[in-house]
């Protein structure tokens, strides 16, 4: 009787998880797809006419790490012609691999802050993604 007992605390023991360790997915046996994928903000006035921000900073909270990335002339002047500017991308999938963010999106208009967006975002094995925020944002009084 004292060996059942004894195999059954083994037993019991043995398939115990511990809570705090979260399950990971291997990320050695995924396909991923070979796009590349970046979270964008829409930047409009009140009638719907796509903004053209004299800059515009994103940043990692609560620590304000600045991960605004640096742009050629023409990227940036496709930007402001489409109001669309880049949020997060895939640039951030293996630093943030299945981990959720919270970012923040700052845009000026003549040395003036027009919009304050905060979001989270995340990454799994392959991709980045939005988790909440919105990504339509309106500039008012221009």
């Not at 809570?19 to 797809?33: F, G, H, K």
């Not at 949020?87 to 208009?109: A, P, V």
């Not at 988790?131 to 009084?141: A, H, K, P």
């Amino acid at each position: 009787m004292k060996y059942l007992i004894g195999l059954l605390i083994v037993l019991l023991v043995s398939n115990c998880n511990d809570s705090d360790v979260e399950d990971q997915p291997d990320c050695a046996d995924i396909a991923c797809t070979q796009e590349y994928r970046t979270i964008t903000v829409n930047v409009k006035d009140r009638e719907g006419n796509a903004v053209a921000l004299d800059m515009f900073s994103v940043v990692i909270l609560p620590n304000e790490t600045d991960i605004t990335a640096d742009w050629s002339d023409n990227e940036i002047e496709l930007m402001a012609k489409n109001g669309v500017y880049p949020l997060f991308s895939d640039k951030y999938s293996n630093t943030y691999r299945n981990r959720q963010i919270e970012i923040n999106f700052k845009g000026y208009l003549d040395d003036k802050q027009v919009l304050d967006a905060n979001y989270t975002v995340g990454a799994d094995c392959c991709h980045v993604f939005l988790v909440d925020g919105e990504t339509n944002l309106i500039v008012g009084d221009l």
